[in-house]
């Protein structure tokens, strides 16, 4: 499965763009975000991307979940977003 992170700087359009792609491509993608401000701009591109993908007949549904994952040598909690095509 694609993964893709997001920081708290990234541009909702973009993330989404790439959001469509990849669940174009293979019809699922994992988003991951650490920290609240990555965890806003993760789900703000997941609803631009049903937006981008709803004209083409794509319905995708988000679920939230947990995951750890190591930064510089230290294992961090990040939020996971599974979505996939409904």
């Known amino acids: 499965m694609e993964v ?7 541009s ?3 993330v989404a763009g790439a ?3 990849v669940i174009r491509d293979y019809g ?3 988003v991951q975000a650490v920290g609240a401000g990555a965890t806003n701009q993760a789900l703000k591109s997941v609803a631009v ?3 981008y993908l709803a004209p ?3 319905d995708i549904i988000c679920i939230p979940a947990f995951t750890s994952i190591e930064i510089d ?10 979505v996939e095509i409904r």
């Open 4 to 10: 893709l992170k997001v920081s708290s700087k990234s």
């Open 12 to 14: 909702p359009n973009s």
């Open 19 to 21: 959001i469509a792609g």
């Open 28 to 30: 699922c993608v994992e």
């Open 49 to 51: 991307a049903r937006g």
């Open 56 to 58: 083409m007949g794509v």
């Open 73 to 82: 040598g230290a294992e961090r909690t990040a939020m996971k977003l599974l």
